[in-house]
T-cell receptor
Framework: DAGITQSPRHKVTETGTPVTLRCHQT?????MYWYRQDPGHGLRLIHY???????DKGEVSDGYSVSRSKTEDFLLTLESATSSQTSVYFC????????????FGSGTRLTVV | TQLLEQSPQFLSIQEGENLTVYCNSS?????LQWYRQEPGEGPVLLVT?????EVKKLKRLTFQFGDARKDSSLHITAAQPGDTGLYLC???????????FGQGTTLQVKP
């Protein structure tokens, strides 16, 4: 595919537990992003990274944290999962930021019960 | 806050028909991208338009960026069942540089 994989693809977890989603790329792209997709809301940016150890918040960052210790890996952590975080999570990568488009992973469907 | 409004939200048509999807905003964008997403997969980039008034064609798909760079349209000629999917527009904010996504248009093309 495009050299971006997300794991796990599906996860069910209980309210209050921590959850970590992983995004791995083999493209050596500088920029990486985490989005969530919900019906009626489209894709909303959670956090993004513009280099190793360089991250910033998006529009819906509350309850989420990220880490990027290597170029190829971008981790999204839900510190204490809530039902409102039930969603499909997508990771994306890009070469130079927004101008040339993003390559998305296949997504992680997370259910918090 | 910059918003992108897509219309229609849902579209169900017969094979062979033409259709147009609109993406509108009151804000100016540096560029505008169109993605197509199939169930269970991530969005896939179709095209990026950068210049006001720009028109790009991808086989039966025609993309246009408005002269003022506030709106865009996607026109599909002679739709086929393989065109079925969720179409998303995304604008690069001229203020923040981040991508802002529209809510999407779900297209169903019946054989």
């Amino acid at each position: 595919d495009a050299g971006i994989t997300q794991s796990p693809r599906h996860k069910v977890t209980e309210t209050g537990t921590p959850v970590t989603l992983r995004c791995h790329q083999t493209e050596n792209h500088r920029y990486m992003y985490w989005y969530r997709q919900d019906p009626g809301h489209g894709l909303r940016l959670i956090h993004y990274s513009y280099g190793v150890k360089d991250t910033d918040k998006g529009e819906v960052s509350d309850g989420y944290s990220v880490s990027r210790s290597k170029t190829e890996d971008f981790l999204l952590t839900l510190e204490s999962a809530t039902s409102s975080q039930t969603s499909v999570y997508f990771c994306a990568i890009s070469v130079t930021g927004n101008a040339y488009g993003y390559t998305f992973g296949s997504g992680t469907r997370l259910t918090v019960v | 806050t910059q918003l992108l409004e897509q219309s229609p939200q849902f579209l169900s048509i017969q094979e062979g028909e033409n259709l147009t999807v609109y993406c509108n905003s009151s804000s100016v964008f540096s560029s505008l991208q169109w993605y197509r997403q199939e169930p269970g997969e991530g969005p896939v980039l179709l095209v990026t338009v950068v210049t006001g008034g720009e028109v790009k064609k991808l086989k039966r798909l025609t993309f246009q960026f408005g002269d003022a760079r506030k709106d865009s349209s996607l026109h599909i000629t002679a739709a086929q069942p393989g065109d079925t999917g969720l179409y998303l527009c995304a604008g690069e904010s001229s203020n923040t540089g981040k991508l802002i996504f529209g809510q999407g248009t779900t297209l169903q093309v019946k054989p």
